[in-house]
Structure formats: C-alpha cells, structure tokens
C-alpha cells in the first residue's frame, strides 16, 4: 500500500499527475471515438462505391446489351438500276455489253475461272456471273458463253453447251438513302469473312483476341514500354473488343473516364458474347474510308469502296490492304498516299509471313503486286442524280423517311444506264455545239430530257440539266414551262374522236382570227411564218404546226373538250380555259409532257410512269410490288390517227430535220414546240418502244434563240440515235380503214391520178366517191353534180 504524501507540495504533485491521466485519458477516448466514425464512414463509403459501381456496372452491361441485340445499325436503303436482260437477237452491242461489265465490276481475264471475271475472243464472250439475290429468288453464279453480231446478241450457252434462252445479270447498284451521318456499310456475316482477312486481323491488330476476356493487359503494358521507349506512339495496346467498344458505343474523346469505361464494356462483351459475333461486328463497324460526305464503314463496302468487287473476290494484296488501313484509312488512303499505303500493306504481309501463315512466294508474289485500287469508289450514288430523285418522290409516298434510311430495303428500278449515259452525253455535248453554232451566250443553254419505254411507262433515263454529274436543280421534274405547240395532238385528237364530224382530210381554215378575252382584250394570234394558209386539210395544219387553223378548230370544239382530252392523256395539273392555251400556254414538267405524249404512243392506253419494280427487305422477302397499271384512256383508233399524222410531222412538216439521226425503216411521231420568243425549245416523240421528251431553255427565262426543231430537235435525235429503237410502227385497230386518197380532190384515187397517198380512216368516215382522176370517177362525180 503507498505512502500517501504528506507534505503540501507532495499532495500537489500527485493532483497534477491525476489531472494529466485524465487528460491523457479523455484524448485517447476522443482518438478512438474518432477512429470509430472515420472507420464507419470509409466503410460506408466504400458499401456506397461498391454499390454505385454495381449499379454502373449494371448500367454499362444493360447498355452493351441492349446495342448489340437490337439493331445494331442505320442500314440506308439500296437502289438498283434494271438487271440487264440477255436473250438471243437482243438489240446489244458489244460496246454496251462490256461498259456494262464495266459498271458491275467485273474483270478481264485470260480465262473466266472466278466469279465476276470475263474473257473475249472477237465477238465471243465467256463471262462467269456472280450470284444475286433478285425479286424472285437467288440466281446462283455460272459460266456463259456469248456470241456477238455486228449489234445483237446471237446465242447463249451455258457451261455445259446448252442453250439458253433468257439470262439475267446482276442489277448495278446506282444509289442509296443515307441517315443523317452518312454512314454506309455492307453488312456481312462471320461465315463469309475471308480466313485470311481473319487471320491478318488478328496478327496485326490483336493477337491474343481468341484467349483474352476483352482487355489484354499485357498488350496494353507491352504498348506502353514501347511507346515510352520510342518517344512517341508507335504501338497500340486495345484488342479488337476495345476498338469495336470505341467505334461501337463510346466518342472519341480521348479521357481517362472514356478509357475505363472503355475496358470495362470490353469485359462485360467479351462475358456475354462469342468471339464470332464480336469478329463481325467488328468487322461491320470498324471505320475505313471518306466518299465525300459517306463514311465508309466495314470490310464489305471498303471492298467494293476500294476494289470495286465483292469481299469474298479479293485476292492476298487486297485483303492486306483492308488490314492495313485498320490503323488509319486517312494516313494510308491509297488513292491519296499510294507508297505510304502500299509501305503499311507490305508490312502486314511480312507479318503474316514472319508467322508462317502465308509461304515466302506468296509474300514475294503479293508485295510486287500493285495496289489493285480502282480510279472511283464503288457503292456510291454515281451520276444518277435527276433519276434517284425521282425515285425518292415515289418511294415517299409509301415510306417513312426513317424507313429509307435505316431497315436496308433493296429498291429495284427501271433505270436503263446504258440510256441514261447517251441521253447525258447527247444533252451536254449538243447543248454546246449548239452554242458555238448558232453564237449563243456560252454556258447559259440548259436542258432536261426523259426516256420511258412505251408500253410499261417505265423510265429508263432522267437527265436533270446539261451537268448530270451536279446535283441540284432537276429541270426533267421541277422545270414548269410552257409547251407550246405540244399541246397540239391533244386539240388535233378531240377532233378525230369526232369521227362523223372530221377525219384527216377535213377542211380546217387557215385565217386570221381574233378573239376577245376576259377584261376586253383581244387575242390575236399568228402562224410561225407570218401568214395564213387559207382552206388546208387536218392532218396538214397539224404536219406544218399553223397556228390559225388549230385556233379555229380548238375553238369549234370547245376549250372544255380540250381541256377534258388533255386530263384523259394524263395531265393532272390544273388548266385554265383561255384560248390562248390552244397554242401552249399550258405549263407542265418535261416528265408530265412524257406522261401525256406516253399515252399517245400507247394506242391511248395510260400506264402512270414508274421508276420503281420492287422493293424487297433485307432477308430478300417482297415488301411491295409496283405492277404495271393499265387504263384505256381514250380510244385507240383516233389515236392511231392522230399518230399517223405525228409520223408525217417527222417525215415532212416541222420535225423533218430528224432524218440525219434516224435509221432505215424507223418509224417515229412526233411534235415540236416553241414558246413566244424562242423562250422554250421543246420535242417530244416515240418510236414503237420508247417515248422521250426533251426541253432546253434558259434558267433566267430569257430567250434562248431556239424553236423546237433547231434546238431540242438536235439533242432528241443525237439521244434517240445512239439507242435501239424497235421498227415498225402500231397495230392497226379494227375500227380503222386504209384508202387510197388523190391528194388534189380528196377523194378516193387509183394509179391513174396524179397524186394519191394511203390515210387511215375509222369506219364510216372515209371517202365514199371517187376522184374523176380515178376508174369510174367521172360518172361518180356526175351523178353527184345532177
């Protein structure tokens, strides 16, 4: 037991020592308390971070699945042109036989072992297609043997000698609808992936892609020594989960939180799907090329980008130099940067070869190889402008604009690229010789033309202004002007549909006329020469376009009536009843007066013009037809009238000038049209198969110093000239006569009169009295005189 102190100071001492143990006590109670609540609060901060990065977690998983589930892509919708139908006696040339391999990327061989490959001999093609999912199924590829006449097809064999009736090629792709940013792709699946497209990938971009969870932090530390190392970035850790997690889901921002988030959507891939569907879709989103405003993405449409073939048709160099513009398709872009491109090709190849995966002649054989890149990217929008616009207008009017640009529907129309090139060479190429001719302001002639086939209405070419490869302004659709003496055949047509009333030998007046219109004023028109004609028969007022003659008769008939045969031939737009619209002052589009003029040439049967056959999903299944549509519009034996006199237009009246451009034993119809002061040249005509319009004009609406036959004329017949035209002309209806007329009476003739040509007549109309030059003419006339 201690000594208690006795002593003042000693008692003090022992106070001051139990106050300091105290103290001492209380600070480490406060310490521990402290302890205790910083203790808890980093557990429960760490429970909280763990639970918000599970909730993240959570979220990055449902959003990797959520993406790569659902649609994956924007795909745009594809448009085709017509498949190129081959059969024995088919009017094709040589010429446009290989400019249409040309166009489908096809290759001149020595011999036509692979798909999409051709060899000649002479007028002996051997041509070894390639399979195309059509309308109607798949086509598989094979072997044809061609041979060529001097402008037909004479014979198809197959490979084992048979003869074939009808093949089709593949339809050219001309087009696509793009979503708003512009990305395009050809999706294609793991199966048709190239094995040495795989296996270079994985050399080069991700060697361990087949072992790792998504991250290889080998790479990444393997990447990081090197690039430390050479001062610079040379080498890249990411393995292909991480490239497509990148370009997949993430911007490329380049921040810490981006890389990490990068990583661990990699994992969360890598965890829930195989290394074959993380491959394709790699291989379907990795970025490989700029066309103008497109981005090019994924293996499938790089091919056809660069090489203008298929994937599975490229050979060791070309799928090298997919490879190797993995790394950066601006810096090794080989139509830009050729060396550098081929530099980072040859290197891949070494890879492969320093892996033993290719031998050492074939990376001899490869990198003497050129680039094998062809002059203009394939898959793209071509210089179809004025025709995609057109098609875009029809398919509007079933789809939803998201529809177009993002389910990759397959769109096939009746575009006709062969047409559609010489109806564009003939607009520029004519237009400007017409201008150094005629010293016309250089530059300012404009111009717009279609070509429909008759029978169908479907439009085989659309030339929208003078540079086809601009887009802008398409004058075939948009261009409203007025028509001129087009409208004539309408008046002319009206009045034979009154066969007890006129025939083609009636009587018309060729006299001055003048008429009062609303609010006064008087209209007073004028034939084209100036002067009037007197009495002339109808078929020769319409042969030499007079103006006064067709007055009078649009006037006996009404303007109502001739309002009512215009909407019968297909004109839709509303038509305001002054007789001035007796001479033109009706304005249509070119493509509503290839409408019009398309019913005529059709016997009077309208079929509404398309530039659409089918639009088909991307499995290939039928998501609308677009049948032809048929309606007998008005009846075909005054229109096959009217087209006899069309003809004798062409032969002799205001279109003869067409002859230069015309074949023998072609027969076309036609019309002329010239507005008031040589504002507007128009001519539109038809030959058995094929209607066409052409306009040129100016885009200020000054006078362009052209009638129809000196200006629009010339580009229709340098167009129609370079095209086959079917000969012959219409069946004649039943309800039509052919007699034997004397010119100078009008009345049935024979060999003796001087002058007599063969008209049509509908029955009951035609002459019934012979002409005194004729046998038994004179007691005919006599007994008609008393």
Same mark, same amino acid.
Do not use: C
């Given at each position: 037991m201690a000594k208690r102190p006795t002593s003042a100071k000693g008692r003090k001492k022992t106070a001051v020592k139990k106050k300091r143990r105290r103290t001492r006590g209380k600070k480490r109670a406060a310490r521990s308390t402290v302890s205790r609540r910083i203790?808890?609060?980093?557990?429960?901060?760490?429970?909280?971070? #763990?639970?918000? $990065? !599970?909730?993240?977690?959570?979220?990055? +998983?449902?959003?990797?699945? @959520?993406?790569?589930? $659902?649609?994956?892509?924007?795909?745009? !919708?594809?448009?085709?042109?017509?498949?190129?139908?081959?059969?024995?006696? !088919?009017?094709?040339?040589? &010429?446009?036989?290989? !400019?249409?391999?040309?166009?489908? #990327?096809?290759?001149?061989?020595?011999?036509?072992? %692979?798909?999409?490959?051709?060899?000649?001999? %002479?007028?002996?093609?051997?041509?070894?297609?390639?399979?195309?999912?059509?309308? +109607? #199924?798949?086509? /598989?590829?094979?072997?044809?043997?061609?041979?060529?006449?001097?402008?037909?097809?004479?014979?198809?064999?197959?490979?084992? $000698?048979?003869?074939?009736?009808?093949?089709?090629?593949?339809?050219?792709?001309? $087009?696509?609808?793009?979503?708003?940013?512009?990305? +395009?792709?050809?999706?294609? &699946?793991?199966? +048709?992936?190239?094995?040495?497209?795989?296996?270079?990938?994985?050399?080069?971009?991700?060697? @361990?892609?087949? @072992?790792?969870? #998504?991250?290889? /932090?080998?790479?990444?530390?393997?990447?990081?020594?090197?690039?430390?190392?050479a001062g610079r970035v040379v080498q890249g850790g990411s393995t292909l989960t991480q490239q497509l997690v990148k370009n997949f889901y993430l911007t490329s921002e380049r921040t810490l939180i981006r890389k990490v988030n990068e990583a661990l959507m990699a994992l969360l891939l890598d965890a829930h799907y195989s290394k074959d569907e993380i491959l394709e879709a790699y291989a379907n989103e990795i970025y490989l090329g700029q066309d103008g405003s497109r981005a090019v993405h994924g293996f499938g449409l790089a091919s056809h980008f660069y090489f203008r073939r298929p994937l599975k048709e490229l050979d060791l160099p070309r799928l090298a130099l997919l490879v190797a513009l993995v790394r950066g398709p601006s810096y090794y872009d080989p139509r830009r940067h050729p060396k550098r491109a081929k530099k980072r090709r040859d290197r891949v190849l070494a890879m492969l070869h320093e892996r033993g995966l290719i031998t050492a002649k074939q990376k001899r054989v490869a990198t003497k190889a050129g680039l094998g890149v062809s002059k203009k990217g394939g898959k793209a929008g071509g210089s179809y402008h004025a025709f995609l616009d057109l098609v875009r207008r029809q398919l509007q009017r079933d789809y939803r604009e998201e529809d177009l640009t993002s389910e990759g529907l397959r769109v096939f129309t009746t575009l006709d690229p062969w047409a559609q090139k010489q109806a564009e060479l003939a607009m520029s190429q004519r237009l400007s010789r017409l201008e150094k001719g005629r010293k016309l302001p250089r530059g300012k002639l404009e111009g717009a033309a279609i070509i429909a086939g008759v029978d169908a209405g479907e439009v085989l070419a659309v030339v929208g202004g003078r540079d086809a490869h601009v887009a802008g302004f398409n004058r075939a659709l948009d261009a409203i002007r007025p028509i001129g003496s087009l409208v004539k055949p309408a008046i002319y047509l009206a009045a034979l549909m009154r066969s007890h009333h006129y025939n083609l030998l009636t009587i018309l007046q060729d006299e001055p006329i003048s008429i009062k219109q609303r609010g006064g004023k008087r209209w007073t028109p004028s034939n084209y020469d100036g002067r009037p004609h007197g009495e002339v028969p109808l078929n020769e007022a319409l042969t030499k376009s007079y103006n006064l003659a067709t007055v009078h008769l649009g006037m006996e008939l009404g303007l109502n009536r001739v309002a009512r045969t215009l909407k019968a031939l297909g004109v839709e737009r509303p038509i305001e009843l002054l007789p001035s619209m007796l001479l033109g002052a009706v304005s249509l589009s070119p493509i509503e007066v290839t409408q019009f003029y398309q019913t005529l040439a059709a016997g009077g049967f309208r079929s509404p013009l398309r530039a659409i056959r089918e639009v088909l999903r991307p499995d290939g299944d039928t998501l609308q037809r677009y049948p032809l549509t048929v309606k007998q519009a008005v009846p075909a034996a005054p229109v096959y009238l009217l087209n006899w006199n069309l003809q004798q237009v062409v032969q002799r009246g205001t279109a003869k000038r067409l002859a230069k451009y015309l074949r023998p034993r072609q027969k076309i119809a036609g019309k002329t049209g010239t507005t008031n002061n040589l504002r507007d040249s128009w001519f539109a005509g038809f030959s058995a198969d094929k209607v066409a319009v052409v306009w040129v004009g100016r885009d200020d609406n000054k006078p362009a110093g052209l009638t129809g036959s000196s200006g629009a004329l010339e580009v229709w017949g340098d167009m129609m000239g370079r095209l086959p035209l079917a000969p012959g002309g219409q069946v004649q209806p039943e309800q039509v006569v052919r007699v034997l007329v004397d010119e100078d009476s009008g009345l049935r003739g024979d060999e003796k009169c001087r002058a007599t040509e063969i008209y049509p007549f509908i029955i009951g109309s035609e002459p019934t009295r012979n002409s005194p030059c004729a046998s038994g003419g004179l007691g005919s006339f006599l007994d008609d005189f008393f």
């Open positions: 203790g808890s609060m980093l557990i429960a901060l760490l429970l909280l971070s #763990g639970f918000a $990065g !599970a909730v993240y977690m959570v979220y990055l +998983d449902q959003t990797v699945k @959520t993406k790569f589930e $659902g649609k994956r892509w924007a795909i745009p !919708a594809r448009i085709y042109a017509r498949p190129l139908e081959l059969y024995p006696g !088919a009017p094709i040339s040589q &010429k446009q036989f290989q !400019a249409e391999l040309q166009r489908l #990327g096809y290759r001149k061989a020595k011999t036509a072992k %692979r798909s999409g490959t051709w060899s000649q001999d %002479r007028g002996r093609y051997v041509v070894h297609t390639r399979e195309f999912d059509f309308w +109607d #199924g798949r086509k /598989p590829g094979r072997v044809l043997d061609l041979r060529f006449t001097r402008n037909s097809l004479n014979s198809i064999r197959d490979s084992a $000698g048979r003869k074939q009736a009808l093949v089709r090629m593949e339809a050219p792709e001309i $087009g696509s609808i793009y979503p708003l940013h512009n990305e +395009d792709r050809v999706l294609v &699946k793991h199966r +048709d992936l190239p094995k040495m497209l795989v296996q270079a990938l994985m050399e080069v971009e991700d060697r @361990t892609f087949e @072992t790792h969870q #998504g991250v290889d /932090p080998k790479a990444i530390l393997r990447a990081l020594w090197a690039n430390i190392t």
